[in-house]
């Protein structure tokens, strides 16, 4: 059974940085790729980022999100820095529909989404 469960959510202040997680169960990373997503209130959901294990194995995008992985843990990672306010929301996880990002992927392409993470960046 394929599950993806997020974690590492948490309040922090402005300027800080988190590392969120999501461990895979029931496939291997090399299958499908790992979208990231977020949603704040009253907001879609949107997409932040993209992982897999054939393209590279750290990714940065806009500069302040960097996405990794650990295949002993089979877990993949969000690092965010320098938080900022805007950046709160509930961030998921969710699987790709083949083993490699693509930028025409759709969110309602995605599977296997996690229950979600919570961000607050607040002072």
């Known amino acids: 059974q394929v599950q993806l469960v997020e974690s590492g959510g948490d309040l922090v202040q402005p300027g800080g940085s988190l590392r969120l997680s999501c461990a895979a169960s029931?496939?291997?990373?090399?299958?499908?790729?790992i979208g990231w997503f977020r949603q704040a209130p009253g907001k879609e959901r949107e997409k932040v980022s993209c992982?897999?294990?054939?393209?590279t194995d750290s990714k940065t995008v806009k500069g302040r999100f960097t996405t990794s992985s650990d295949a002993a843990k089979n877990t993949v990672y969000l690092q965010i820095d320098s938080l900022k306010p805007e950046d709160t929301a509930v961030y998921y996880c969710?699987?790709?529909?083949?083993?490699?990002?693509?930028?025409?992927?759709?969110?309602?392409?995605?599977?296997?989404w996690g229950q979600g993470t919570q961000v607050t960046v607040s002072s």
């Open positions: 992982f897999d294990t054939r393209t």
């Open positions: 029931g496939f291997s990373l090399d299958y499908y790729a």
């Open positions: 969710a699987t790709a529909p083949g083993a490699r990002c693509r930028s025409y992927y759709a969110i309602e392409d995605f599977n296997s």
